[in-house]
């Protein structure tokens, strides 16, 4: 937990910075609460695409992606 803190913290400095970043991410709730723009890949195709919090409350992507 102490680690991804440090990397969150360093994603979020240089995103601050203006400075874009490609994350590739298993937590997809983490990195979806950070993000100004997400893409959901299935077997890689793009299923769903939108903000951060657009795919956060999805409710497609909820159930799907992220458990509930």
Do not use: W
């Amino acid at each position: 937990v102490g680690s991804e803190m440090c990397i969150r913290d360093s994603i979020l400095e240089v995103k601050q910075q203006g400075i874009a970043v490609l994350m590739v991410e298993q937590n997809a709730a983490q990195a979806l609460n950070i993000a100004d723009k997400g893409y959901v890949l299935v077997t890689g195709t793009n299923k769903h695409t939108g903000s951060g919090d657009e795919l956060l409350a999805d409710p497609v992507v909820r159930r799907t992606f992220l458990g509930g």
